[in-house]
């Protein structure tokens, strides 16, 4: 089974940056996708982003495309989430899980495993 580790959240000001990244021993990076999600104060949890390495494939949800890029170190299982020009509406919980392919409808599956404790960003304004 595999687990997440999630670090390199913290409190920011409007405008910072923040580099987040996710730990997965085990986890076949050079097979399947990965994705970061997060969860903002009173809603679900929600897929912001997602690289698939087998097709080369990267998408961002429109609310972050140009401020955000993710990016991998295969060789020691870790994917990044490089965070800049945040904003308040960025406060949230942020986890990473696989996936099994990176497309622009990719959404959660249990097949995975659980999630992990996740990394909790603060923007203040």
């Known amino acids: 089974e595999v687990q997440y580790v999630e670090s390199g959240g913290g409190l920011v000001q409007a405008g910072g940056s923040l580099r987040l990244a996710c730990t997965a021993p085990?986890?076949?990076?050079?097979?399947?996708?990965i994705a970061w999600f997060r969860r903002s104060p009173g809603k679900e949890r929600t897929g912001i982003s997602c690289?698939?390495?087998?097709?080369?494939?990267?998408y961002y949800k429109d609310s972050v495309k140009g401020r955000f890029s993710i990016s991998s170190d295969n060789a020691k299982n870790t994917m990044y989430l490089q965070m800049n020009s945040l904003k308040p509406e960025d406060t949230a919980d942020y986890y990473c899980?696989?996936?099994?392919?990176?497309?622009?409808?990719?959404?959660?599956?249990?097949?995975?495993?659980?999630w992990g404790k996740g990394t909790q960003v603060t923007v203040s304004s």
């Open positions: 690289i698939g390495f087998r097709d080369g494939n990267v």
């Open positions: 085990g986890y076949l990076f050079d097979e399947y996708a």
């Open positions: 899980m696989g996936l099994w392919r990176c497309s622009d409808s990719f959404s959660h599956t249990d097949d995975f495993g659980p």
